[in-house]
């Protein structure tokens, strides 16, 4: 039997799909587990008690180690490729979910925490220039919009988790993926734009065509012309008078193209805080338990609110594929998504009342 030619779309979906892990692990993970860690940790006879002030630390230390790594990711990217930059902001997120497993006390806790806030600051500006770059131009659009899935999806799967097992066998989980996700790197190809950039000229065309197949020379080609005008007018501008560099970044700033997308964005990141989308995952229990009384089920409320989440992050991603289908088709579409929500609701909600039973026998 001959070997089976994977093709160009089989190949870009396998590359989306191992950065789509590292999200799941990097992002989802990180910013899901306070929901489930900290309810543990805040039970009368937990290994580590915790105090408000503790608990506070250990949600919100994140955001800060957070900015530290997309300022370091950039460098990383620009000198060592994207392939590098991936998995250097893997290696701390392996490190943190064993160091969170034999964790005895509050600091390492929060050491954990700080290396998988640093884990995902590196991977949230380089998941989209990895798939953008990856990625044909008719397909670019939907692999980007499977960032929100996998990070709609970790948020979920930490909290199914931490539902069902402890906390130092949820970390042990946690890391397994996230291993694995770190060899998936190891595996990737390198970007082809990067190979160009830094003039590896035939890199690049082998690297582009195992990614692209054959089909899209033209693209090749004015990558590669682009490349080489840029390197030469650049070599004109070295060898030229000296322009002030504040002068040039006032120029670059006061450009619309420059400053209108990023009011744009910021005001897009200020209402998707506004909405709760840092503090409900990682006090889910507590609101709920505030809402909703001490004896709601608050584990089994977090996984339903987790799983509507994602629902609404999944049409989204379906609703642009309907244009010409019948009602019946995309009822049968979204039929099979909402019966495997509605199963895994059906387990966390037996597990927790099996847990109840068994407390009130002992």
């Given at each position: 039997?001959?070997?089976?030619?994977?093709?160009?779309?089989?190949?870009?979906?396998?590359?989306?799909?191992?950065?789509?892990?590292?999200?799941?692990?990097?992002?989802?993970?990180?910013?899901?587990?306070?929901?489930?860690?900290?309810?543990?940790?805040?039970?009368?006879?937990?290994?580590?008690?915790?105090?408000?002030?503790?608990?506070?630390?250990?949600?919100?230390?994140?955001?800060?180690?957070?900015?530290?790594?997309?300022?370091?990711?950039?460098?990383?990217?620009?000198?060592?490729?994207?392939?590098?930059?991936?998995?250097?902001?893997?290696?701390?997120?392996?490190?943190?979910?064993?160091?969170?497993?034999?964790?005895?006390?509050?600091?390492?806790?929060?050491?954990?925490?700080?290396?998988?806030?640093?884990?995902?600051?590196?991977?949230?500006?380089l998941r989209s220039v990895l798939i953008g770059e990856y990625?044909?131009?008719?397909?670019?659009?939907?692999?980007?919009?499977?960032?929100?899935?996998?990070?709609?999806?970790?948020?979920?799967?930490?909290?199914?988790?931490?539902?069902?097992?402890?906390?130092?066998?949820?970390?042990?989980?946690?890391?397994?993926?996230?291993?694995?996700?770190?060899?998936?790197?190891?595996?990737?190809?390198?970007?082809?734009s990067w190979l160009a950039v830094k003039g590896k000229y035939e890199e690049c065309q082998k690297a582009f065509r195992w990614l692209r197949g054959d089909e899209e020379e033209k693209e090749l080609e004015e990558l590669i012309e682009s490349q080489i005008k840029l390197r030469k007018k650049k070599e004109r501008e070295e060898n030229g008078p000296q322009v002030n560099c504040i002068k040039k970044l006032g120029a670059v700033i006061n450009r619309r193209e420059f400053y209108m997308p990023l009011i744009v964005v910021s005001h897009c990141s200020v209402m998707i805080q506004a909405c709760g989308n840092s503090t409900l995952p990682a006090f889910?229990?507590?609101?709920?338990?505030?809402?909703?009384?001490?004896?709601?089920?608050?584990?089994?409320?977090?996984?339903?609110?987790?799983?509507?989440?994602?629902?609404?992050?999944?049409l989204w991603f379906i609703l642009p594929e309907t244009s010409g289908k019948t009602l019946q088709e995309i009822e049968n579409e979204l039929r099979g998504d909402v019966t495997r929500i509605q199963d895994v609701e059906a387990a966390v909600s037996l597990k927790q009342e099996d847990e109840c039973d068994t407390a009130r026998s002992g």
């Open positions: 039997m001959g070997k089976t030619k994977l093709t160009p779309f089989v190949k870009q979906c396998i590359v989306t799909g191992a950065v789509g892990c590292n999200i799941i692990c990097n992002i989802g993970f990180v910013f899901g587990l306070p929901g489930v860690l900290l309810p543990a940790l805040q039970q009368p006879h937990s290994e580590i008690p915790l105090t408000k002030v503790s608990a506070s630390w250990i949600a919100s230390i994140v955001s800060i180690t957070t900015l530290l790594g997309n300022f370091v990711t950039p460098s990383i990217m620009e000198r060592f490729g994207r392939r590098m930059a991936h998995i250097c902001a893997s290696i701390p997120a392996v490190i943190s979910w064993f160091v969170l497993a034999m964790a005895t006390d509050v600091y390492m806790v929060l050491f954990a925490r700080v290396l998988q806030g640093l884990s995902a600051g590196a991977i949230l500006p990625a044909s131009p008719k397909y670019r659009g939907g692999f980007l919009t499977t960032i929100s899935l996998a990070q709609g999806f970790g948020i979920f799967l930490i909290h199914f988790i931490g539902s069902l097992l402890s906390w130092q066998r949820m970390s042990i989980v946690c890391g397994v993926i996230a291993f694995l996700s770190l060899i998936m790197a190891f595996y990737l190809p390198e970007s082809p889910s229990v507590q609101i709920i338990r505030l809402m909703m009384g001490p004896t709601a089920n608050a584990h089994a409320w977090m996984v339903a609110l987790d799983s509507l989440s994602y629902l609404f992050i999944m």
